[in-house]
């Protein structure tokens, strides 16, 4: 069907936000698209805070994004905004990277005081750039992710509910082509 871009914004390589990713990445794989991950904190430090555009990490970063028909973001919430490993990777990219893209922006945190931040920090820069259509996006508290021992993450029913139906809408916003999406914007 579709070729999903799966970024993760978290600079922790135990991240609950990366584990819930993959956990997510999973669902979408069974519904027959072609998922590939993306942890922002595997690319090299020096180039993302450098600005160096043509270091390859940062060529084959911003050609998986053009490559994607879709991008799922999720980075956990600091300061009540998402965090700044994942400004690094989005400033480095094209003004309009997003361009005809539909884009699933997930967040994590400790306390509901930080649910707001889809919607007023990383919204605004995922439109910015160019998305064609931002479906509904999910924040999850910390405490409803359970890091299993074999690294995969179970979450809590309420939590687990909403993302599935997140992730299904995101799922079939991808099921219309492009130029659908496109031609019914015009």
């Keep these: 069907m579709a070729t999903v871009l799966s970024l993760s914004g978290s ?5 609950r936000t990366a584990r819930l990713l993959r956990h997510l990445d999973a669902r979408l794989t069974a519904q027959g698209h072609e998922v590939i991950p993306l942890d922002v904190r595997t690319l090299p430090a020096a180039a993302l805070l450098g600005a160096d555009f043509s270091h390859p990490a940062i060529v084959r970063a911003k050609a998986l994004v053009e490559q994607a028909d879709g991008v799922v973001v999720g980075t956990p919430v600091y300061k ?3 965090s700044g490993l994942l400004k690094s990777l989005l400033d480095l990219l094209p003004q309009y990277a997003l361009t005809g893209k539909t884009v699933l922006p997930l967040a994590t945190g400790g306390s509901v005081a930080h649910v707001l931040a889809i919607d007023y920090a990383l919204r605004p820069v995922l439109s910015s750039m160019g998305a064609a259509h ?6 999850t ?4 992710i359970t890091v299993e021992p074999d690294g995969g993450v179970s979450v809590a029913a309420g939590a687990a509910e ?7 809408q995101f799922s079939a916003a991808l099921g219309h082509p492009r130029t659908t999406v496109l031609a019914a914007a015009s």
């Design 11 to 15: 600079p922790s390589a135990t991240s």
């Design 80 to 82: 009540a905004a998402y």
């Design 134 to 139: 931002i479906v509904q996006g999910w924040f």
């Design 141 to 144: 508290l910390d405490k409803d």
């Design 162 to 168: 909403a993302l599935e139906q997140v992730v299904d």
